[in-house]
């Protein structure tokens, strides 16, 4: 068992700012890159944003760059996502994931992911 | 950024069918690919990864093949819990981009 758990979706309006968390269990969460994939209502995934193990590098997906900022607590086994100036279009439930590293990219577990509504 | 396309976008399919979803890339992946299925109102699951790779606990009924460009999934003898939407994603470079998915449902 793997458990990834999102938090702190719900209704923002436009233009403003909302954190995402991800708590994790279930494994050293420390020695893991994780990341957050997003999906629009009815429509396809979308990987948003990576964090390595040590929270030293951060790569972002174009939408994401100079709005989101992923960052983690290890000390605290938990992941997040700040999100600013929200656009309708950032409508969508985020999910984390985890990856063994940057290079080792595969997403073998998922929360059940938290819905961001912007409206 | 590299780009994915699956075709079929959807397909109908009965209990006990084959079939076969493929999936491209915009550029050489090498085997940096990985396959999902999503049901209805739940998370993506991860089945192959590295193009081949049958995640554990995942029936032997599914399997993928292919490197560079041009990947195959496959589900033998499909079953009730197979309906699904399944998504292709490339991990060999940033940004990891997923394929627009391909639905199966029941014909």
């Known amino acids: 068992q793997v458990p990834l758990v999102e938090s702190g979706g719900g209704v923002v309006q436009p233009g403003k700012s909302l954190r995402l968390s991800c708590e994790v269990s279930?494994?050293?969460?420390?020695?893991?890159?994780m990341h957050w994939v997003r999906q629009p209502p009815r429509k396809g995934l979308e990987w948003v944003a990576v964090?390595?193990?040590?929270?030293?590098?951060?790569k972002y997906a174009d939408f994401a760059k100079g709005r989101y900022t992923i960052s983690r607590d290890n000390s605290k086994n938990t992941l997040y996502l700040d999100m600013n100036n929200l656009r309708p279009e950032d409508t969508a439930v985020f999910y984390c994931?985890?990856?063994?590293?940057?290079?080792?990219?595969?997403?073998?577990?998922w929360g059940p992911g938290t819905l961001v509504t912007v409206s | 950024d590299i780009q994915m396309t699956q075709s079929p976008s959807s397909l109908s399919a009965s209990v006990g069918d084959r079939v076969t979803i493929t999936c491209q890339a915009s550029?050489?992946?090498?085997?940096?690919l990985n396959w999902y299925q999503q049901r209805p109102g739940n998370a993506p699951k991860l089945l192959i990864y590295s193009a081949s790779n049958l995640e554990a606990g995942v029936p032997s009924r599914f399997s993928g093949s292919g490197s560079g460009t041009s990947f195959t999934f496959t589900i033998n003898n499909l079953q009730p819990e197979d309906f699904a939407t399944y998504y292709c994603q490339q991990s060999d470079t940033v940004p990891f981009t997923f394929g627009p998915g391909t639905k199966v449902d029941v014909q």
């Open positions: 964090i390595s193990f040590d929270g030293t590098t951060e």
């Open positions: 550029q050489d992946i090498d085997n940096y």
């Open positions: 994931v985890r990856s063994f590293d940057l290079l080792t990219v595969w997403f073998d577990h």
């Open positions: 279930g494994f050293t969460f420390s020695s893991y890159a």
